[in-house]
T-cell receptor, first 113, second 111 residues
Framework: EAQVTQNPRYLITVTGKKLTVTCSQN?????MSWYRQDPGLGLRQIYY???????DKGDVPEGYKVSRKEKRNFPLILESPSPNQTSLYFC????????????FGNGTRLTVT | AQSVTQLGSHVSVSEGALVLLRCNYS??????LFWYVQYPNQGLQLLLK??????LVKGINGFEAEFKKSETSFHLTKPSAHMSDAAEYFC?????????FGTGTRLTIIP
């Protein structure tokens, strides 16, 4: 089954404790992206990657890091989480030619206390 | 630069009534336009996309959207609402690198 898999689904952590949210897709997509969803703000793009070893900032990249060492994986790293990063995070992938639809994971709900 | 405005963060319609969710976009180049739906505790799913082949686009579950360049709009409609349509709907405009989402419209269906 074609899918984007995120782990974990729920995560509660404390300020400053480094964490990684994993994302993997099995559709051989070149493009992958991370979004955060907050009430009243919709989805905002954090980082995206057009291919292996190619990453770029989205609209809200501060406090986040990503890497793309393999085509299927695109982890999101929070080196020093803060309470304002409490949010619902989505990973998504698609093939490159537009208008290709994004395929979304089921989300990771992160709470930073 | 591109942006999307969804008018109405909450819309309620009676079962069987017309659904109309509004989306206006801003884009400096011919846009790629999408509607996505999000059910509770799930990721977003594609409803339909505008490919420039036709201005009236049909999607899944009986939804359709009409691209109107003169009005910079891409409103989503469904002739007859069903209880299962209750969800949050997002309009998005994008290019090859970025997809910008609207703030979403939560659709409630009244029995």
């Amino acid at each position: 089954e074609a899918q984007v898999t995120q782990n974990p689904r729920y995560l509660i952590t404390v300020t400053g404790k480094k964490l990684t949210v994993t994302c993997s897709q099995n559709m051989n997509h070149e493009y992958m992206s991370w979004y955060r969803q907050d009430p009243g703000l919709g989805l905002r793009q954090i980082y995206y990657s057009m291919n292996v070893e190619v990453t770029d900032k989205g609209d809200v990249p501060e406090g986040y890091k990503v890497s793309r060492k393999e085509k299927r994986n695109f982890p999101l790293i929070l080196e020093s989480p803060s309470p304002n990063q409490t949010s619902l995070y989505f990973c998504a992938s698609r093939s490159i030619p537009q208008p290709s639809p994004l395929h979304f994971g089921n989300g990771t709900r992160l709470t930073v206390t | 630069a591109q942006s999307v405005t969804q008018l109405g963060s909450h819309v309620s319609v009676s079962e069987g009534a017309l659904v109309l969710l509004r989306c206006n976009y801003s884009s400096s180049v011919p846009p790629y336009l999408f509607w996505y739906v999000q059910y509770p505790n799930q990721g977003l799913q594609l409803l339909l996309k505008y490919t420039s082949a036709a201005t009236l686009v049909k999607g899944i579950n009986g939804f359709e959207a009409e691209f109107k360049k003169s009005e910079t709009s891409f409103h989503l409609t469904k002739p007859s609402a069903h209880m299962s349509d209750a969800a949050e709907y997002f309009c998005a405009v994008g290019g090859n690198e970025k997809l910008t989402f609207g703030t979403g419209t939560r659709l409630t269906i009244i029995p």
